[in-house]
Structure formats: structure tokens, C-alpha cells
């Protein structure tokens, strides 16, 4: 530190081995020893615990280490007690970021994130570049759309769109939506950079079923389900039945709003048009991107060897998910030729792109005797014949999902749940917006520095005909939400639960302002922590109002500070 000539001890935060939950408790346990270790010798005293780590933080909204961002929270609240004690850094294992350690140290912040050599510092900003968009007055769907010409994310609004209560095919089912996944073509299309007519925004998503047409048995009301189908940016839309499958058992739908576009395009893609083989090799580009992280997953349940490309931020994440150092290689510049033709000699036999220009030429100068090049960009298709002139040996392949028949799509979807149900293919990882923030969501999809899926949520209405149980229902937060939900969500039945049930401070006069608000309020006396009391609780909640939401405002707070924590 320029500022301080005391000793620096570095300490470094890994994850362990095991589920998260596991390693979660292992990585908390070990750093609470460290500070607590560190803090009772005082001949530390002028000294500072650097404590790195990787990925605890984002950038860029995108997903986390759960074990390290525990670690974190805990550092976090120590060095709040103990003021110039503990430095926190979070890096993204590239040999750029270690070489800017030093440097960062040095500027004195106490928390730090190194990407790619640049030193990040968190500061509050705001969450959003515009108000968020609000769905149009009326009592029926909308979707989001565009209300002006394409060529700009300001012309996205969220539009009535009575088609999607139209009433329905004999083969079609109406989802309500409850998550969509956000792809380049939506970004594109917004942009006007799509050739031709992308169609309507959204193309997958995940909800619940609410109407099925009259030749539909596939599935049935309430089942919950994801699959294909446009117009999934809004709370209600209708799906051919053949692109749809059921969301595999402990899924929510924001994973699964992550899995059917990319998951089906890579299946196509070296399934059945590059019919790749076990031993074989494949290069995928945008590497950790959605189809680029379904891809090499599939692949590697295939036998396939993956090479990848990526920006040098997500290298770390590849080779976590076991893609090895001379494997990966860089998307932003044409180095990843000659790196892959050293570590593969022989040739790559298939090639799944979504780059442009001299990317696809180095990368079809890769390709071994009879490799496939699989294309499924846009913006750079080339001529089979001329690629088979230019490259003997060699076959190019073009496809969109779109056009692929449903017959076709149901059939790999009913391979693909199988692979769902065995664990061979999971979800991806998400970044989450609220729909109302898609602008910003296709901003920063566009600049492409998520890992894994973009997903939009749609906010699901209350059912007012169902109970919504509120806990810590009496407290002074409980009596807010209360409030709110019958005022402005129009919710009839409630159910408060506290410890002290009736017994609380305010709760007769609670009932009452809600009654008279024309809600039925129920006060029960249960500690949501016992697990009996609660179960029994929830088995009376009546038949013909069901339960249907959920607003968890207990709370217990005990303080205390990090020195005397057990684990």
C-alpha cells in the first residue's frame, strides 16, 4: 500500500469440493477462523488480510460463486468492524489480473474486483438507463413489441396484443408466461441488423398451461411447461403443442426459460446435421454464451473433444467446467487459429460458429478432411459450393431453428427431456431482468459480456380467489404488505402469522382495517421456524382457496460481532 509501509498477508479463497451447500459452509467456516485467528494476534496488528477470491462478485450482472460471495458477506462485516483490518479482491484468473494486483493494492480501496487486468471498485449507479416500461392500460395481455421503427432499444414498449386471447387451434395451448429467454435475434431485431423477417420478439419461455386446443394430449391445464414460442415476452402466449415439453422435476422457470432455444440448436446442430462422433473434435465459438455452454455439455455427453473460444474474462469459467487450458483461446482476436492448430494437428472435424468475416475463414481453415461447418449466425452466410470449392473435403451447413418442423422439434425435445431427467444436460446460468427492464436487458446482451442465458421474468398476477400467506403478518413490515396486497393487488384471503398471533400489538385492529377493506383475514399463532407447527398450519388453509402466494416478512435478529461467531 503507497499510503501504508505495514505488512500485507495475501489469503486465497477457493471453492471446495462437493454440492454448494457444502462447499458454502466449508469456505464461511475456513475464513471465519482465518479473521478470527488474525484479529487475536497482536502481532498483526498493523498489519492487513488481503483475502482474494473468484468469482464472489459481477461486473456485469451476471452469475456468482455462492461459497465465495458468502465469503465476502462475511469479510464484508468484519472489515466494517475492524477499519483497515481486511482488503477484499475478487479475480478473474487470467495472468493480466495477477499482474495488476500490485497496482490495485495500492490505490487503497478495501474492495476490489480484477478483470482482464482492469481494476474495478463498487460504487452506486444507477439500476436502469430509462424508467421501466409499463404495460398499457387495459385489462388484457400484452407482450413487448415495438412502438416505433426498429433501429433503436428506445422504440421497445409493452403493447396490448389480443392475439394471444384469441381463441385457440386444435393444436395450440395458451401458456401463461412466467419467464422468457432473451436470444441475439431479439436483439438483432429490435436493432434491424436481422435479414429478413425475424418475426415477434421473444422465441421460448416457461409458464403454466391454462388452455389447451381441442386435438391437444399431450398436455393439460396447470402443468408447467417450456418450450417454443414467439410472443413469450408477455404474460400470455399460445404455443404449437409439438414445442412444448414439461419442465423437468425441480426446475424453476427461470431455468428453464433457459434451456429450449439453446439446447435444441445445438442438438441440431451436431446431432443431426454434423452427426458428430465420439472421439471426434468440436470448436465452438462464443463458448460461454447459451448455445455455446449447451453445446459443449452435449458434446462431451456425446465423446466429443471441445475447443472454445471466449472473451479472456469467462476463460476461468470454461476451464472450471473442464475444457483445458490449451483448448481455450480467445474470441476477440484471430490468435485462436494457430493456438488450436497446434494442440490439434490432425484438424478439427466439426465447427459450430456464430462469428463473422475472418473468424469463419480461419476457423474453416482448421477444419480436418470431411469436417462440417455448422453455421448458425446470420450476418456472414456463405455459399456451400464456394466453400466446398475453396476447401475440399469440407462441408458448410446453414441453418435456422425456426424453420425446422415441429414434428421435428418434438421429436428432439422428447430426447432432450430424457437427458433433462438424467442430469446429462442442465440449466444454464441466468441473468435475470424484470420484462419491464428489457431495454436494458438487450443492452447488455448485446455487449455480450453475460456468461450463459439472458432471462426476461413476467410479474404473474395474484389470484385473488386464492389465500396469500403473509409472515411476520402482525409486525410493522407484515401490516405494510398486508395493506398493499388488498389494496393494490386485490387479494381477499389472508393469512398473518406471528408468534404472537392475536396476541400481537395492533393485530385486532388490524383485521379490522383489512376487513373493512373488504379482505378475510385469518390471525394464526405460529412460529414459521417449527416445521410441524407450519405444515399443519398450511394443511388448513381451505380447499376452495387455495394457497397461492407467499410474502415471508418474519424475522429474528441477533447481533453480534465477527470475534465472537461460532461456525
Not at 514 to 522: I, K, S, Y
Request: with cysteine; charged share 15%; net charge negative.
Amino acid at each position: 500500500f503507497a499510503d501504508d509501509p505495514g505488512p500485507v498477508l495475501l489469503a486465497w479463497c477457493g471453492r471446495g469440493p462437493g454440492p454448494v451447500p457444502a462447499a458454502t459452509r466449508a469456505a464461511t467456516h475456513a475464513a471465519l477462523r482465518l479473521v478470527q485467528d488474525w484479529l487475536a494476534d497482536e502481532r498483526l496488528a498493523a498489519a492487513r488480510l488481503v483475502v482474494v477470491t473468484t468469482g464472489a462478485v459481477t461486473i456485469d450482472a451476471g452469475p456468482v460463486e455462492v461459497p465465495a460471495a458468502a465469503v465476502w458477506g462475511l469479510l464484508a462485516s468484519a472489515a466494517t468492524e475492524n477499519p483497515g483490518r481486511f482488503v477484499l479482491v475478487d479475480v478473474d484468473g487470467t495472468d493480466a489480473s495477477w499482474r495488476s494486483l500490485p497496482a490495485a493494492l495500492a490505490t487503497g480501496e478495501p474492495r476490489l474486483a480484477l478483470r482482464a487486468g482492469a481494476v474495478w471498485v463498487p460504487r452506486l449507479t444507477p439500476t436502469a438507463s430509462r424508467p421501466p416500461l409499463a404495460p398499457p392500460g387495459g385489462t388484457g395481455p400484452w407482450r413487448l413489441d415495438l412502438a416505433g421503427p426498429r433501429g433503436s432499444l428506445a422504440a421497445l414498449a409493452l403493447l396490448d396484443a389480443p392475439a394471444a386471447a384469441a381463441p385457440l387451434a386444435a393444436g395450440a395451448v395458451r401458456v401463461a408466461v412466467r419467464a422468457a429467454g432473451a436470444n441475439f435475434r431479439d436483439a438483432l431485431n429490435v436493432l434491424g441488423l436481422y435479414p429478413g423477417d425475424a418475426g415477434p420478439l421473444g422465441l421460448e419461455g416457461a409458464g403454466v398451461v391454462v388452455e389447451v386446443g381441442s386435438a391437444v394430449t399431450t398436455v393439460t391445464v396447470g402443468d408447467r411447461v417450456m418450450g417454443m414460442f414467439s410472443g413469450a415476452f408477455g404474460p400470455l402466449a399460445v404455443a404449437d403443442h409439438r414445442r412444448l415439453i414439461p419442465i423437468p422435476d425441480g426446475w424453476s422457470f427461470v431455468e428453464a426459460a433457459t434451456a429450449p432455444v439453446v439446447y435444441l440448436t445445438a442438438y441440431h446442430a451436431l446431432v443431426e446435421l454434423a452427426r458428430i462422433q465420439p472421439g471426434e473434435s468440436l470448436l465452438v465459438h462464443a463458448a460461454a454464451g447459451g448455445v455455446g455452454l449447451a453445446a459443449t455439455a452435449l458434446a462431451r455427453h456425446l465423446g466429443a473433444e471441445v475447443f472454445a473460444t471466449a472473451s479472456p474474462g469467462k476463460w476461468a469459467f470454461l476451464r472450471e467446467r473442464g475444457i483445458g487450458a490449451d483448448r481455450v483461446a480467445s474470441s476477440r482476436d484471430l490468435g485462436f487459429a494457430e493456438a488450436f492448430r497446434r494442440a490439434a494437428p490432425d484438424g478439427i472435424s466439426v465447427v459450430l460458429n456464430a462469428l463473422a468475416g475472418d473468424y469463419v475463414d480461419a476457423s474453416l481453415g482448421l477444419l480436418a478432411e470431411g469436417g462440417r461447418f455448422v453455421e448458425m449466425g446470420k450476418t456472414d452466410v456463405r455459399d456451400p459450393a464456394v466453400v466446398a470449392a475453396d476447401h475440399p473435403g469440407v462441408s458448410y451447413q446453414a441453418f435456422d431453428l425456426t424453420l425446422v418442423d415441429p414434428d421435428d422439434i418434438a421429436a428432439m425435445l422428447a430426447e432432450l427431456a430424457e437427458l433433462f431427467a438424467r442430469g446429462v444436460l442442465a440449466p444454464l446460468p441466468a441473468t435475470v431482468w424484470d420484462v419491464r427492464r428489457a431495454p436494458d436487458a438487450l443492452r447488455h446482451l448485446g455487449a455480450g459480456r453475460h456468461i450463459g442465458k439472458i432471462v426476461l421474468t413476467v410479474p404473474a398476477p395474484l389470484d385473488p380467489a386464492g389465500t396469500v400467506l403473509v409472515t411476520g403478518g402482525t409486525g410493522g413490515l407484515g401490516a405494510l404488505a398486508a395493506r398493499h396486497l388488498v389494496a393494490a393487488h386485490g387479494a381477499r384471503r389472508l393469512l398473518l402469522v406471528s408468534r404472537r398471533g392475536e396476541a400481537a400489538d395492533g393485530a385486532a385492529a388490524l383485521r379490522a382495517e383489512l376487513a373493512a377493506a373488504g379482505a378475510d383475514v385469518t390471525i394464526a399463532a405460529v412460529d414459521v421456524a417449527d416445521r410441524s407447527a407450519l405444515a399443519a398450519l398450511l394443511a388448513g388453509v381451505p380447499v376452495d382457496a387455495p394457497l397461492t402466494a407467499v410474502v415471508h416478512a418474519a424475522g429474528l435478529l441477533e447481533d453480534g460481532v465477527v470475534t465472537a461467531l461460532t461456525p
